[in-house]
C-alpha cells in the first residue's frame, strides 16, 4: 500500500483540493488533524481520505509521530508526507515515489536541489542554509534542504524512525535518525508555493532560532566523545607533548618559556576537562534516552481515529485474504 499523509491544523480552505490532489497517485490519503478548531478533519473525511485526530494541538512533531504510527498500522509499503497548505504540488508525488523503487529510503523533495529556490525569501534562504550546515555538522548528513516536509519514505524507513520532538525540529530529527539507521537518503527538486493563504502558522525566524538551538544540544548529547572527548584528548596530548619538550630543555640546563609553561598547563587542563566531559555527557545521553523511552507516550495527545472504516477494514480483508491464500 502506498499512502499520501499530511499534517493539517486549521487547514478548512485547502485541505479538499490537497486530499483530492493526492488521491490520484496513491491507495490511501491519510489526514492528520492537529486538534483543529475548524471543519478541517470533516472536510477530510468527505473528500475521502483516512482522518486521525488529536484532541488538542500538539505540534508539527506529534502530527509526524501519529503519521508513522498509522503507517505502521495499515501496513504501508511507500508513504509520502506532504503539507496540506497548498504550498505543495500534489502532481510531484510520483517524482519522491520513483526513488523508493531504485532502493532510496527517504527521498526529500528539495526547493534548492541543482541551485533552485531563488523565488524563496532572502532571509528564509539563509535561515534554511544555517539550519543544513547545523545538521550536517551534528548528523553528518548533508541535503540542500533538511527542513523541506515534502518527503517519502520506504517501508524500512516507515518501521525503524521513531520522532521524539513534537516541534518543527522534528524534521532535523528524522534525518539524524536516518543517518543512525543507516538509511539510503536522495533528493529530487520540486517547487513551492509562497503565494498561499497562512503559509505558515509560525514566524520563521523563531523557528529557525527554536530548530538551531536543539541541534546544537542535540550535539552536546548526541556525539558528546566525538565533539568534547575527541578533541579534548588531542589538546591535552598536545599539552603534554609540549610539557615533556620543556622538561628536555630544563633537563639540559636550557631556560624555560613563561609562555609555553602557561600554555601548556592551560591547554593539558582544558583538554582533560572536555575528555571527562565528553564521557560524562556519553552517560548522562545515555540515560536520557531511556528515561525518553519510558516517558514517551505520557506526553502525546489522545488520538481518535475518526474514519477508520474502510481503509483500516480494507487492510485487514487483505491480510485475511493473503493468509487464505497461503
Known sequence: MTIAAMPAYNEERSIASMVVGAKNYVDQVVVVDDGSTDRTAEIAESAGAYVVRHDRNGGYGAALR??????????????????????????????????????????????FYNGHGQNIPAYRRAGMKVLDIATSVVGGIKVTDSQSGFRAYS?????????????????????????????????????????????????????????????????????????????????????????????????????????????????????????????????ISRLINQSIKRLEGQRRPRVETISAGKAKHEHRDGARNAAREN
Open 155 to 283: 517501508r524500512r524507513a516507515i518501521d525503524c524512525l521513531r520522532i521524539d520532538d513534537d516541534g518543527m525540529s522534528a524534521s532535523s530529527e528524522i534525518l539524524l535518525q536516518a543517518k543512525d539507521n543507516r538509511l539510503k537518503v536522495d533528493e529530487v527538486e520540486i517547487h513551492c508555493s509562497y503565494n498561499v493563504e497562512r503559509a505558515s502558522t509560525e514566524n520563521p525566524v523563531s523557528h529557525g532560532v527554536r530548530v538551531l538551538v536543539i541541534l546544537l544540544q542535540d550535539m552536546e548529547l548526541r556525539r558528546p566523545l566525538y565533539y568534547f572527548t575527541l578533541p579534548g584528548m588531542v589538546l591535552a596530548g598536545v599539552g603534554i607533548g609540549i610539557g615533556l619538550d620543556l622538561l628536555r630543555v630544563f633537563y639540559h640546563g636550557g631556560q624555560l618559556s613563561y609562555g609555553l609553561t602557561l600554555l601548556m598547563i592551560l591547554m593539558t587542563l582544558v583538554g582533560s576537562f572536555m575528555a571527562f566531559t565528553g564521557i560524562i555527557l556519553h552517560a
Open 66 to 111: 501519529t503519521i508513522f504510527e498509522t503507517a505502521r498500522d495499515l501496513g504501508a509499503d511507500k508513504m509520502v508526507i506532504i503539507d496540506s497548505d497548498g504550498q505543495h504540488d500534489p502532481e510531484e508525488i510520483p517524482k519522491l515515489l520513483q526513488p523508493l523503487s531504485s532502493g532510496a529510503d527517504l527521498v526529500i523533495g528539495s526547493r
